[in-house]
């Protein structure tokens, strides 16, 4: 039996920013960043709300729709790149707070394509029966690392978090074929330097971003013994509408069957898949027995990807 999903939540603070407040700090405007990204808000954490303050709350509201206890968990991953401090992990904290007693414990970093390492990670712990249940969270409190005064960057990210239940589901359900890939040579290309800001080559990044999301979808599906013709719902990640839109594309699927909250949201980096499955999932956009594909980017460069069957 395959690993799969079987209970997922996700956490946004309250604060939400707009383009239009950005218009008035920053030489930009609504408009260009509609256009260029797709953006219209994102969400942004109290000064003293951390990234394992979010992953805690995303935590609960995956147990909670999986109908578990924490102490069910054999084994916490958290996927950022923005934990409160090098040390003791975003993991160990939650793990605490959870009150997951029988769990280990450890923090993953591959950007944007976080959750989908994640859940790939424990997908292997699952299916090897070293572990019942894996609670995987994807992270991130990017305001902190952002300029404020660089327009390249500001306007794209937003802070969230998203979690999963990843446990054995029935037959022929759950994850039929993944894969995950890296290019250390690109690493230049996005980081966090050692003032502690995002750095970005946006054009760099948009090329790699829109070839390789539409390479991994074929490969996954591939790998699966799918054509695009099965597919029923592809979940991207939230980063720019027009690198989405390419993968789509590649894929020859209609607008309604590809998840779009980019426009509430920005990019959440790790966050941004789980935090659109939990809206697709609200909406009845993703039902039991869909075939749906996760595909992610980001710093490293990484990048990953998933074909799975909906449902527990
Ligand atoms: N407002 C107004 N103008 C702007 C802004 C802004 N916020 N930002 C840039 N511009 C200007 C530029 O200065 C440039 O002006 P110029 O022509 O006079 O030099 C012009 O707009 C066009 O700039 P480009 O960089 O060519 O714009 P582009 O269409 O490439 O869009 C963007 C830029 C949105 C950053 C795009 O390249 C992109 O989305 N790249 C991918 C980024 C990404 O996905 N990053 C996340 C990776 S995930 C992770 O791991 C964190």
Known sequence: ???????????????????????????????????????????????????????????????????????????????????????????????????AKQAGAMDISAACSGFIYATVVAKQFVESNSYEHVLIVGVEKLSKVVDWEDRNTAILFGDGASAAVISKVSEGRGILSFELGADGTGGKHLLIDQQNNIQMNGREVFKFAVRQMGESAINVLEKA????????????????IRIMEAARERLGLPEDKMSKTIHKYGNTSAASIGISLVDDLQAGYIKDDDVVVLIGFGGGLTWGAIALKWGK
């Open 225 to 240: 013994g799918l054509t695009k013709e099965d597919v029923d719902f592809l979940v991207p990640h939230q980063a720019n």
């Open 1 to 99: 039996m395959n690993a799969g999903i079987i209970g997922i939540g996700k956490y946004v603070p309250k604060k939400v920013l707009t383009n239009v407040d950005l218009e008035k700090v920053l030489d930009t405007s609504d408009e260009w960043i509609r256009t260029r990204t797709g953006i219209e808000a994102r969400h942004i954490a109290a000064e003293d709300e951390e990234t394992s303050d979010l992953a805690y709350e995303a935590a609960k509201n995956a147990l909670e729709h999986a109908g578990m206890t924490a102490d069910q968990i054999g084994l916490i991953i958290v996927a950022t790149v923005t934990q409160d401090q090098n040390f003791p992990s975003v993991a160990c904290q939650i793990q605490e707070r959870l009150g």
